[in-house]
């Protein structure tokens, strides 16, 4: 079954690459395109796609704000979005997943990243561009300590492992990989974290990882 996407960039140029390299894929459909904010935000209501993929800067209603509104905190039924820049800016980067997105990428991260961020948004995972991964977590583990929310009960021995590596941007399925487990264990604990620290995203599980000091950018 193919995974549904709509595009939305005002740049025309940059649009029409971006739908050629996901229409090649055989598992990937392209349903729909937006050149402006607003069209992505209705496009995207109507139609429901399984992500939305969209420009971070665009006409009437920026790529932040379109990310808040279908997948930010209190949307019911949140959808998966992958914000795409050419502006490597740490304020756009946190505010995009903030607002709930589940990858950040560079528009000269190349095709490949680019499916694995649609695949892995599609599987309830969140891809940030490695160069944008490094410094963003460096972020989280040099800013003023916080006073981190306690689990609502302890982490097993097991979640405390899928927690590091999730910290560490890992998919579920390279989790799966290195702790030798089913794909289906790891999305458990993955869902088992998110409950117990009261996280929306996998974002926010790894925000909590640096906060406690659980990972530090020096392993």
Do not use: C
């Amino acid at each position: 079954m193919s995974i549904r996407v709509v595009v939305a960039d005002d740049q025309d140029l940059v649009r029409t690459g971006l739908v050629m390299i996901l229409g090649a894929q055989p598992d990937l459909e392209v349903v729909g395109e937006a050149a402006d904010g607003l069209a992505a935000l209705d496009l995207a209501t109507r139609l429901r796609p399984d992500v939305l993929l969209v420009d971070i800067r665009m006409p009437l209603l920026d790529g932040v704000e379109v990310t808040r509104r279908l997948a930010g905190p209190g949307v019911t039924d949140p959808m998966a979005v992958v914000v795409i820049t050419t502006f490597d800016l740490d304020e756009y980067v946190l505010g995009a997943l903030r607002a709930g997105a589940r990858g950040f990428l560079l528009k000269d991260a190349g095709p490949e990243l680019l499916v694995r961020a649609i695949h892995a948004a599609a599987d309830g995972d969140a891809l940030i561009a490695p160069n944008v991964t490094r410094r963003l977590l460096a972020t989280f583990a040099d800013r003023a300590p916080v006073v981190p929310v306690q689990p609502i009960d302890p982490l097993t021995a097991r979640e405390e492992e899928v927690l590091a590596l999730v910290a560490r941007g890992r998919t579920n399925a390279e989790i799966a990989t290195e702790l030798f487990v089913g794909l289906s264990t790891v999305k458990t604990h993955v869902a088992s974290l998110m409950t117990k620290l009261g996280a929306r995203n996998r974002v926010e599980v790894a925000m909590w990882a640096y906060d406690t000091r659980r990972v530090r950018t020096d392993q």
